[in-house]
């Protein structure tokens, strides 16, 4: 079965400074590998999606993740946060792009002045 | 332009009360899923429909949980006789269909089972 580790809970960071949130999946095959976003109260948004191709995957809001086979890793980066990144971050993986999503437990972000 | 309408955004029940949580998906999404999210958890997969057929509901943690979309579009999922361990954010998403489309999600139910 297919599984995601987040390894991180909680990650503070200065407002301005470099992000990455890790994630980690289990899986036979290359997955289809996703982030969301998710703002207290609110549901889910995508902010980035890989299903092949380029390794190093473009998203909204400035954020960008990439695909390590090697590693079974699939990081979301973002040069500099902004006060409004605060928000928990999840990684999911599907077998197929539009069947059901294995999500991690979620990191939560917080960002200081 | 709406997105996914999830309906209500709270509900409080009594312990051992049915509720119906309603979904109303993206226009013309053919593929719906319902996602049970607990207090600081990731969300977890509960079923899915592609237009009225319910071709996975091997999430559904009992009998006392049943979903339904019966013309393919709105989806309903309903709880029997209401547990505390029901107590979460159900969320839903709809999706084209396709392999490269994601899923988009609405902004869940809280139901809290007192």
């Known amino acids: 079965a297919q599984s995601v580790t987040q390894p991180d809970i909680h990650i503070t960071v200065s407002e301005g400074a470099s992000l990455e949130l890790r994630c980690n999946y289990s899986?036979?095959?290359?997955?289809?590998l996703f982030w969301y976003v998710q703002s207290p109260g609110q549901g889910l948004q995508l902010l980035l999606k890989y299903f092949s191709g380029d390794t190093l995957v473009q998203g909204i809001k400035g954020f960008e993740a990439e695909f390590k086979r090697s590693q079974s890793s699939f990081n979301l980066r973002k040069p500099s946060v902004h006060w409004s990144d605060a928000a928990e971050y999840f990684c999911a993986v599907a077998p197929f792009g539009n069947e059901k999503l294995t999500f991690g437990t979620g990191t939560r972000l917080t960002i200081i002045p | 332009g709406a997105g996914v309408s999830q309906s209500p955004r709270y509900k409080v029940a009594k312990r051992g009360q049915d509720v119906a949580l309603r979904c109303d998906p993206i226009?013309?999404?053919?593929?719906l899923f319902w996602y049970q999210q607990a207090l600081g958890q990731g969300p977890e997969f509960l079923t899915y429909f592609q237009n009225e057929a319910q071709l996975d509901k091997s999430g559904l943690p009992s009998d006392r949980f049943f979903a339904e979309r019966p013309e393919g579009s709105v989806s309903t999922l309903k709880i029997q006789r209401t547990q505390q361990e029901d107590s979460a954010v159900y969320l839903c998403?709809?999706?084209?269909?396709?392999?490269?489309?994601?899923?988009?999600f609405g902004d869940g139910t809280r139901l809290s089972i007192l």
């Open positions: 998403a709809s999706s084209l269909g396709q392999p490269n489309q994601p899923q988009h």
């Open positions: 226009s013309g999404h053919v593929s």
């Open positions: 899986y036979g095959a290359t997955p289809y």
